[in-house]
């Protein structure tokens, strides 16, 4: 029954454990969480930048959409599932089979610095994306 579901690694896992190995080294207990918020703001911050890509574009073109405090509480409903979705997947037996990959797998390791910048390049692009609605 164990072999049914599959594991595979993803982009965000992968991000997820370059951000943990870096951040083990020097923070041994709070590593797991520092790379949880991180793998979750990234994720929100895609979802706020195509959020307001698609309340744009749909603006300009004149269609009709959600009102503006309803697309808030989506998003702010959103954010609260993609959060609690990442803590239970990476907080568990799920996250100690994904790490036994990603260690085994000889992953390629991501510049951290360049982690961190994605989730603020993201949110910038989509502020200046929002002042032109």
């Avoid at 969480?33 to 703001?41: E, G």
Wanted: charged share 15%.
């Amino acid at each position: 029954m164990a072999g049914f579901f599959i594991q595979y690694m993803t982009t965000f896992d992968q991000f997820f454990f370059s951000v943990f190995t870096t951040f083990k080294t020097r923070f041994k207990q709070k590593a797991n969480s520092i790379a949880l918020f991180y793998i979750s703001a990234l994720q929100i911050a895609l979802l706020f930048l195509l959020g307001v890509f698609f309340a744009t574009f749909l603006d300009k073109m004149n269609v009709t959409t959600i009102a503006s405090d309803k697309a808030w509480i989506l998003f702010f409903i959103s954010a609260c599932i993609i959060h609690l979705k990442n803590w239970l997947k990476y907080n568990g037996k799920t996250r100690k089979v994904l790490n036994a990959k990603y260690n085994r797998s000889k992953s390629k390791q991501h510049n951290v610095l360049l982690l961190l910048s994605l989730p603020i390049v993201s949110l910038i692009l989509a502020l200046i994306l929002l002042q032109s609605l």
